[in-house]
């Protein structure tokens, strides 16, 4: 139960993964490195055999090194988008995310201790919605500015 579900295509490659929503006062965490001009979300692929919610805090204590628990789920995204990692650079990804709320404690502090599929060192941010630096999914600019206990799907297409 180790494998990462991202399956390679003849056309692309199908992730299936979670995103967390950590949220203090009107800020929310998101991640950056070098290699790329944008930030995301925390999180990452689900393992095979491992449900959503157990990957998002597996995926929350490898980024941040805190358990959280899962409030509720928020969003669902399908996404499809030019690979811009060394990996999928030239493949087209074909990507469905589960976007969960987290139960955040007052004393919450993260330190990141992850790296990209490529190796790069990632470092936690906390933004507002309103951040001028580019960040996906691009939903968050909205939708956690306000943020609704509905489950809401989006499509993006930027292929």
Avoid at 49 to 55: C, K, V
Avoid at 115 to 136: C, M, Q, S
Wanted: glycine residues 6%; hydrophobic residues 40%; contains cysteine.
């Amino acid at each position: 139960m180790n494998q990462d579900l991202c399956v390679k295509m003849e056309e692309g490659i199908l992730n299936i993964r979670v995103g967390a929503i950590i949220m203090k006062e009107d800020k929310f965490l998101m991640v950056e490195n070098d290699l790329f001009d944008h930030m995301y979300s925390v999180g990452g692929r689900i393992k095979f055999g491992e449900t959503a919610q157990e990957a998002v805090i597996r995926e929350v204590y490898e980024e941040t090194g805190v358990k959280l628990e899962v409030d509720r789920l928020g969003f669902i995204h399908e996404n499809f988008f030019p690979g811009d990692s060394i990996v999928k650079r030239g493949k087209i990804v074909h990507e469905i995310s589960l976007f969960f709320y987290m139960k955040v404690p007052e004393n919450f502090e993260p330190v990141c201790y992850s790296f990209t599929e490529d190796g790069n060192k990632e470092r936690l941010v906390w933004i507002t919605a309103d951040h001028p630096k580019t960040y996906y999914p691009a939903f968050f600019r909205t939708e956690l500015a306000n943020p609704s206990k509905e489950i809401k799907h989006f499509v993006t297409r930027q292929v």
